[in-house]
Structure formats: C-alpha cells, structure tokens
C-alpha cells in the first residue's frame, strides 16, 4: 500500500489558512470579552500572535519552494475544506462554541482546545511530507507557544 504524502507547501499553506481564521477567533472572543480588560487583552495579544505566525509561515512556503506535486491542486481545496470544517464550521466546532461561552474560565478552555486541536492535526501530518519535515516541525512549535501560553495565563488566573 502507497503511503499517503503530502507537500511541506500544502501543509504550510493550511497552517497559514488556520492561523488567518485563528486570528478571527481570537479577534471575536477580545470583542466578546472586551469588559474583562485582562481577557481583552489576552485574546488580543493572542489574534496578534496569529498575524506573526502567519507571516512565519508565509516564510517557510518559500523555503519550502515548489514542491507541489501533480494533481495537487485538488488535494490542497480537499485539505483547505478539512481545516475549516475540522476547527471552524459546525455546530461543535470552535467558532460555534464561542458563542456559547459565558466565562472567561471557558473561553479559556475553548481557546485551549482550539490550540490543541490545530496542534495535533499538523503532528499527524508531519510524517506525511517526507523530507521536509522540519519545516512542519516548526510549524508545530509555533503552536505550542499559543497552548503553553494560555495554560500559564489560566494558570495565573486559578
């Protein structure tokens, strides 16, 4: 059985689509929050940090250079529709879920889950664009910045 193999370009360029809607979540639970100056400002701070990861990943898909391969266009709108159904549409998904929360305890855990949800996802797809896994690699340690951070703020807040 063939293994199934991706890009490092269309990976990135999925992490670049997350971190774009990411941004919107973060934006819309600042908005939502904007009486608890400190949630404000966390999920501010937070929809900023998506606008320099996108950056960073706009980066990395030119180091990762033209390494689509043939056909692939089709498999990167499969993969663009995956990521937004995957954390952003639906009923149980995260944007869905926001507007659901009341606390700042659960859009802390929502935001969590958001983080912990997109990090897994490019883990599983790590060893799937085979030599160029260092570039995923730091796509994944630039998520796990947003989840380290928002655990030390809720764990500021306990």
């Not at 293994?3 to 973060?26: D, H, P």
């Not at 009923?91 to 912990?116: C, H, P, Q, W, Y």
């Not at 490019?122 to 994944?140: C, H, N, P, Q, S």
Request: aromatic share 10%.
């Amino acid at each position: 059985m063939k293994k199934l193999r991706f890009s490092a370009s269309e990976v990135i360029e999925q992490a670049i689509r997350t971190e774009r809607l990411g941004n919107k979540f973060y934006k819309d639970l600042a908005k939502r929050f904007k009486e608890n100056t400190d949630l404000a400002g966390l999920f501010g701070t937070l929809a900023d940090k998506e606008s320099l990861h996108e950056a960073r990943f706009r980066e990395l898909k030119e180091e990762a250079g033209g390494d689509l391969p043939e056909g692939s266009e089709e498999m990167s709108e499969y993969m663009r529709a995956f990521v937004e159904s995957e954390f952003f549409l639906g009923s149980d998904k995260a944007l869905a879920r926001m507007k659901n929360v009341e606390t700042a305890g659960e859009a802390i855990s929502n935001a969590l889950n958001f983080e912990k949800e997109t990090l897994l996802y490019f883990v599983g797809l790590r060893d799937m664009v085979g030599k160029k896994r260092a570039l995923v690699d730091a796509i994944i340690r630039e998520e796990r910045t947003h989840i380290s951070w928002l655990s030390k703020w809720r764990a500021g807040r306990a």
